[in-house]
């Protein structure tokens, strides 16, 4: 399966500033998706990245909060504008060559504090 | 509203016996169910899948099991490794919403020596 390198792993960001954090895949995956960990919580999906249009957002989710792009089929960014502590998350992107049960790869995470 | 869940934050084992891992589903139209494994730092790790048509899966030490009526799975680690311990996310996905994965809340497996 695909491997994925997401960066940074951890941020330190100062409320009202933007960060985004990029997503490469060794190989192309059909979809990419990004999630959000908050602390003690499931995996939430934000949005599924769609190559070379606009992102599908998941109910509770916007694109003026968190822009994605993916312009090609192997690398793909989320920002998170306009910080709050509420932000405080772990980020994770993931790729897929398919949409069964399996081949679903992650990125090791962000780690982002927002103080 | 919370589609999958796991209402076990956390289970300890000793080593060589079993872990048995608890998820339940409210919505009967899933397709798939996946494990997943989660070191701190680290994104999550597929273990195994099964689908929503077949009520086991195996794979060396780990085994999913899936009741379609009761709308649980569980995943069976034997024996148990210290290795093993980690956060567990048991997820669900629909094959043609664009196969989205939908996340339990994780639980915490600590395997004692």
């Known amino acids: 399966s695909a491997v994925i390198s997401q960066k940074p792993s951890r941020d330190i960001c100062q409320r009202g500033t933007s960060l985004t954090i990029q997503c490469q895949v060794d190989s192309q995956v059909t979809m990419m998706f990004w999630y959000r960990q908050q602390p003690g919580q499931s995996l939430t999906l934000i949005a599924t990245?769609?190559?070379?249009?606009?992102?599908?957002?998941e109910s509770g989710f916007v694109i003026d909060k968190f822009p994605i792009s993916r312009p090609n089929l192997t690398f793909s960014t989320l920002t998170v504008s306009n910080m709050s502590p509420e932000d405080s998350s772990i980020y994770l992107c993931?790729?897929?060559?398919?949409?069964?049960?399996?081949?679903?790869?992650f990125g090791s995470g962000t780690r982002l504090t927002v103080v | 509203d919370q589609q999958v869940k796991q209402n076990s934050p956390s289970l300890s084992v000793q080593e060589g016996r079993i872990s048995i891992l608890n998820c339940d589903y409210t919505n009967s139209m899933f397709d798939y169910f996946l494990w997943y494994k989660k070191y701190p730092a680290e994104g999550p790790t597929f273990l195994i899948s099964?689908?929503?048509?077949?009520d086991k899966n195996e794979d060396g030490r780990f085994t999913v099991f899936l009741n379609k009526s009761a709308k649980h799975l569980s995943l069976h680690i034997v024996p148990s490794q210290p290795g093993d311990s980690a956060v567990y996310f048991c997820a669900a996905n629909f094959y043609n919403q664009g196969g989205k994965l939908i996340f339990g809340q994780g639980t915490e497996l600590s395997v004692k020596p």
């Open positions: 099964i689908s929503s048509i077949k």
């Open positions: 990245a769609n190559q070379g249009s606009e992102a599908t957002y």
């Open positions: 993931s790729g897929t060559e398919e949409t069964g049960g399996y081949g679903y790869t």
